[in-house]
């Protein structure tokens, strides 16, 4: 089995102590995250395991909503619901090393109910990806880290089939419906929905396989095809809204994991049903 190796985070028993390492929704960092819960759950301290966890948790969601809805950082942060909250923050720097040094750790301490959303990250680093780019690995903390092969294997697979659903499942919805009953500008709706279809190709072009973001990446769909009739926009919303569900659905399989439904009891049995300690 190939070792991976990473390096080993120092973080001081201050720390870890309940007092500097605050319940979510306080702020903390990946680093403090990893320090807490990897002595918690080699000692099997459960308080400070759990509260970890919903650090951790509190950016992989597991439903789709919650992946759009959350944020991190915001003057709003006392007034917004636990669930749109992110408490800590991610170094753009070496992301594909950053990504993979989480997938390690989810597997570590069984949180695999963050591989989905964390495999679905990691993806949106490569617009081209081969083998050999995974196998190297990235840097995190200063130190190499890299897949183990059963998650590279899984990687690979679930990034071809993302790049697909980039490419085809999602964009797609411009071209469905051709004859929309109650149009009522049919030949200027055609012309929008061609321009949306270049734009988005475009997007998928110059950018990583993101298939949940597109459209997204420009605040909704009304900015991208305003000029649309009512009838047509409805529409094409509600065939977008279930195209991206469709596909949130089906990360957990991609990525040769359990179903939503398994990690979400997994998730359950480690943390609760609330973020908040």
Same mark, same amino acid.
């Given at each position: ?5 990473? =390096? ?25 995250? #990893? ?34 809805? =959350? ?51 990691? =993806? =949106?680093?490569?617009?081209? #990806?081969? $083998? ?33 659903? $980039? ?5 797609? *919805? ?96 480690? *943390? ?6």
């Amino acid at each position: 089995m190939r070792l991976f190796a990473v =390096s080993i985070t120092r973080v001081s028993r201050e720390s870890c102590c309940p007092r500097y390492f605050l319940p979510f929704p306080a702020l903390t960092t990946f680093d403090i995250i #990893v320090g807490c819960l990897r002595l918690s759950h080699k000692y099997e301290v459960d308080y400070l395991r759990r509260r970890a966890l919903i650090h951790l948790s509190s950016r992989y969601r597991t439903t789709l909503a919650e992946f759009d809805s =959350s944020s991190s950082g915001d003057s709003s942060r006392g007034q917004r619901p636990s669930e749109t909250i992110v408490s800590w923050p991610i170094s753009h720097k070496a992301r594909t090393g950053f990504y993979i040094y989480a997938i390690h750790l989810a597997r570590e301490v069984d949180a695999l109910w963050v591989l989905p959303h964390a495999f679905y990250c990691l =993806s =949106s680093c490569f617009p081209n #990806v081969i $083998a050999g780019e995974i196998s190297s690995g990235g840097v995190y903390d200063g130190a190499p880290t890299t897949l183990s092969v059963q998650d590279e294997g899984s990687f690979l697979q679930g990034h071809a089939i993302q790049t697909r659903a $980039a490419t085809k499942d999602i964009a797609k *919805i411009f071209t469905r419906h051709l004859d929309i009953k109650g149009c009522s500008s049919q030949l200027n709706c055609y012309r929008v929905r061609l321009q949306a279809i270049e734009d988005s190709r475009e997007m998928i072009h110059d950018s990583s396989p993101t298939p949940l973001n597109i459209q997204g990446e420009v605040d909704d769909l009304e900015s991208l095809l305003w000029h649309l009739c009512p009838k047509c926009l409805n529409l094409l919303k509600r065939a977008h809204a279930e195209a991206r569900q469709k596909l949130w659905d089906a990360l957990p399989s991609m990525y040769q994991l359990p179903s939503w439904a398994e990690l979400k009891k997994m998730k359950v049995a480690a *943390i609760g049903n609330s973020l908040l300690c």
